[in-house]
């Protein structure tokens, strides 16, 4: 179960208003700033580079995103560029959507994500923790609208920056976003009941009455492959993570997977 925030003004971690099914995404997100004493991720060493800045500030760090992906995925900086930033937007998606999800979905309040006073811990451009205001806890309300007004405004933010980085499709990016938001919904689903939020959040119109980015990120399929279930879940749009040489293995909702033979799911498995 969640737990209200206390009334002191020290750094609380998120993971204590998360279920145990999605509290491991926030063992690293704070409200306020963590010490290094309750941050691990502050402790560096001296073959590492260790930077905190507002994510605002994520177009000064191109060449050190890409390059923490060079280092876990392989490829080239330019080259691939596309396909590592999607893969960088896995991880930092995995601190601040799930913030904002946590606040908006389980604790009913918005979240203030302003990119100008949300931080992001970098190491050699991988992100390892963020941070909010203290305040950043909103009062408690009714419409989804307005719960979740601030997380779409920080992933427009942000996806708008990356994509000003390199030649990709912001649906690319948003599919990610959503790809995760499905998944803590699902996680949720046993103990919560979030039916009008996600009938809202993935809706076919936005707040601003424009086609919404985030609209069903995740269809039910039938695939080629009897050996997968059917109906299969997968992403709308792929992530594009196939494009760096040597990345063969699919995500476990990969749109690829859907034309793809048994012995070419076999495969799949086998480099599980």
Not at 86 to 94: I, R
Not at 242 to 268: F, K, V
Request: hydrophobic share 45%; net charge negative; glycine share 4%.
């Amino acid at each position: 179960m969640t737990r209200q925030l206390d009334n002191d003004q020290r750094a609380q971690c998120f993971a204590q208003f998360a279920p145990e099914s999605i509290a491991h995404y926030l063992e690293h997100v704070w409200l306020g700033t963590p010490n290094a004493i309750e941050e691990p991720a502050f402790a560096g060493d001296a073959t590492t580079s260790l930077s905190v800045i507002c994510v605002s500030e994520l177009t000064c760090y191109r060449t050190e995103l890409l390059d923490a992906m060079v280092t876990l995925y392989g490829g080239e900086r330019e080259m691939h560029a596309r396909a590592l930033l999607s893969q960088w937007t896995k991880y930092y998606f995995g601190f601040a959507a799930t913030a904002g999800f946590v606040a908006a979905a389980l604790l009913r309040r918005p979240l203030a994500m302003s990119p100008d006073t949300t931080h992001v811990v970098l190491r050699d451009g991988l992100p390892i923790a963020a941070y909010f205001a203290p305040d950043a806890l909103q009062p408690v309300e009714c419409a989804p609208a307005r719960r979740y007004a601030p997380l779409v405004d920080h992933l427009n933010t942000v996806i708008e920056t990356l994509c000003a980085m390199t030649k990709i499709a912001p649906r690319v990016l948003w599919s990610n976003a959503g790809n995760l938001l499905d998944y803590l919904f699902e996680q949720c689903a046993p103990q919560f009941d979030l039916t009008d939020d996600i009938a809202w959040l993935f809706g076919p119109i936005a707040a601003d009455g424009e086609t919404n980015p985030l609209r069903l990120p995740v269809r039910l399929a039938k695939p080629r492959a009897a050996s997968l279930p059917n109906p299969f879940s997968a992403r709308r749009v792929c992530c594009v993570r196939y494009e760096i040489p040597g990345e063969t293995q699919l995500c476990g909702r990969c749109p690829l997977l859907l034309t793809m033979s048994d012995a070419e799911i076999a495969l799949q498995a086998a480099s599980h």
